[in-house]
């Protein structure tokens, strides 16, 4: 079982050890460029040097989080296959994919053999978002060979007294709220940055009861849908798809077909974060909330469903009102830069007018009160024209 107390301080020493890695690898690698388009945009009024050890700090903990999604696809049986680490026979597979890859690539590292994993793991459907190019930074830079197989050795390191692996990510009933933990405290410098807090479960249902539950009384299952602009680990939309998808399970609401019940109750569910890697695992766990939910033993067997996830200010992007009082979508205005996807934090062509209320049930028909709005767990009613 997941040992989060005992892997929190590893995990974030290892991010450490990354983030000074790729600062030595950085020289070349078009941040430069990438830095000077973000600040032409008016995004960031960081000196370069603070800008990039910020965002190396982001690839770092993109390249530990990749590897945990994977390790947990492996430790519960996600997938046949075992790239990284593994007990018993799993782990002797993992070790034969190993050898096999640099028999067909004697002259690579395992920073190539990690990239091939995420590569084909990302070829599953239900995953592809996961490892994808645009949605995580983890194609910007790779750390070294060395600090790569260092990484390697990590996951597969044994315990000197039993004999067994030391880091499991088995769990019960696909529980993933440890995931929850690993995005608090992961990183020190996210942690400060951000504000960084979970929202205990009790609050959740609290919150959920007064604001989704309402809602559904209101507009009906067919047409609510609620957004969390601060989602962090998704604690509020993995609340709300449950509730969701229990609705839509049921005789009266049901489309005969549980993975198409659970696209309908990924359709009410969206997020926003500004942090990359909050989303991440946000998104990791809506997607193995919903193949727990559907009964699927492999994410192969599952579809590809739209997550409505997306990284990014919700304070920023959207429609907002021009100087001539015509509304201008945001990345209309910022369409003079453009960074390149491969060192992109933010889901560009999903934002724009993706976190605003009108996309959403807001107003009751010949009333003029406003439904609240989800917001890191708090919401507030809000009368038009205030």
């Given at each position: 079982?997941?040992?989060?107390?005992?892997?929190?301080?590893?995990?974030?020493?290892?991010?450490?050890?990354?983030?000074?890695?790729?600062?030595?690898?950085?020289?070349?690698?078009?941040?430069?460029?990438?830095?000077?388009?973000?600040?032409?945009?008016?995004?960031?009024?960081?000196?370069?040097?603070?800008?990039?050890?910020?965002?190396?700090?982001?690839?770092?903990?993109?390249?530990?989080?990749?590897?945990?999604?994977?390790?947990?696809?492996?430790?519960?049986?996600?997938?046949?296959?075992?790239?990284?680490?593994?007990?018993?026979?799993?782990?002797?597979?993992?070790?034969?994919?190993?050898?096999?890859?640099?028999?067909?690539?004697?002259?690579?590292?395992?920073?190539?053999?990690?990239?091939?994993?995420?590569?084909?793991?990302?070829?599953?459907?239900?995953?592809?978002?996961?490892?994808?190019?645009?949605?995580?930074?983890?194609?910007a830079i790779a750390p070294s060979g060395d600090a790569a197989m260092k990484l390697l050795k990590f996951w597969r390191e044994m315990e000197a007294s039993t004999g067994h692996l030391k880091r499991s990510f088995q769990v019960e009933n696909g529980d993933t709220r440890f995931?929850?933990?690993?995005?608090?405290?992961?990183?020190?410098?996210?942690?400060?940055?951000?504000?960084?807090?979970?929202?205990?479960?009790?609050?959740?249902?609290?919150?959920?009861?007064?604001?989704?539950?309402?809602?559904?009384?209101?507009?009906?299952?067919?047409?609510?849908?609620?957004?969390?602009?601060?989602?962090?680990?998704?604690?509020?939309?993995?609340?709300?798809?449950?509730?969701?998808?229990?609705?839509?399970?049921?005789?009266?609401?049901?489309?005969?077909?549980?993975?198409?019940?659970?696209?309908?109750?990924?359709?009410?569910?969206?997020?926003?974060?500004?942090?990359?890697?909050?989303?991440?695992?946000?998104?990791?766990?809506?997607?193995?909330?919903?193949?727990?939910?559907?009964?699927?033993?492999?994410?192969?067997?599952?579809?590809?469903?739209?997550?409505?996830?997306?990284?990014?200010?919700?304070?920023?992007?959207?429609?907002?009102?021009?100087?001539?009082?015509?509304?201008?979508?945001?990345?209309?205005?910022?369409?003079?830069?453009?960074?390149?996807?491969?060192?992109?934090?933010?889901?560009?062509?999903?934002?724009?007018?993706?976190?605003?209320?009108?996309?959403?049930?807001?107003?009751?028909?010949?009333?003029?009160?406003?439904?609240?709005?989800?917001?890191?767990?708090?919401?507030?009613?809000?009368?038009?024209?205030?």
């Open positions: 079982m997941v040992d989060i107390k005992s892997l929190l301080p590893e995990l974030r020493e290892l991010v450490g050890e990354l983030a000074e890695d790729l600062l030595a690898r950085s020289i070349n690698a078009g941040l430069k460029d990438a830095f000077q388009q973000i600040e032409k945009g008016g995004r960031t009024a960081q000196a370069f040097e603070v800008w990039r050890e910020d965002y190396l700090d982001q690839v770092a903990v993109a390249w530990v989080l990749a590897c945990v999604f994977v390790r947990f696809m492996e430790d519960n049986g996600l997938i046949d296959e075992c790239w990284l680490a593994g007990k018993g026979e799993r782990r002797r597979l993992a070790e034969d994919t190993h050898t096999l890859f640099f028999r067909e690539h004697a002259h690579d590292t395992d920073r190539e053999y990690f990239q091939h994993v995420f590569h084909e793991v990302g070829k599953i459907p239900a995953a592809k978002d996961l490892f994808a190019e645009g949605k995580t930074p983890l194609w995931l929850g933990d690993l995005y608090q405290e992961l990183s020190i410098r996210a942690q400060k940055k951000f504000a960084l807090l979970q929202t205990p479960v009790f609050v959740e249902e609290f919150i959920l009861d007064r604001t989704l539950t309402p809602a559904l009384a209101e507009f009906g299952l067919e047409k609510v849908r609620m957004i969390d602009p601060t989602c962090g680990s998704g604690h509020f939309l993995l609340g709300g798809f449950a509730r969701l998808f229990d609705l839509w399970s049921k005789p009266d609401h049901t489309t005969g077909n549980a993975e198409k019940d659970a696209q309908k109750a990924l359709d009410g569910v969206w997020g926003v974060d500004i942090n990359p890697f909050a989303v991440a695992v946000a998104r990791f766990r809506l997607i193995v909330a919903a193949v727990q939910a559907c009964g699927i033993k492999r994410l192969k067997k599952a579809p590809g469903w739209n997550i409505h996830l997306a990284g990014g200010d919700s304070l920023l992007f959207g429609s907002k009102p021009s100087f001539d009082g015509q509304r201008m979508g945001l990345a209309q205005q910022l369409s003079l830069f453009e960074v390149p996807a491969i060192y992109a934090t933010e889901d560009r062509k999903a934002l724009p007018g993706f976190v605003w209320v009108g996309r959403f049930p807001a107003e009751n028909e010949g009333s003029r009160e406003r439904r609240p709005v989800l917001s890191q767990g708090w919401s507030l009613p809000v009368r038009s024209g205030q």
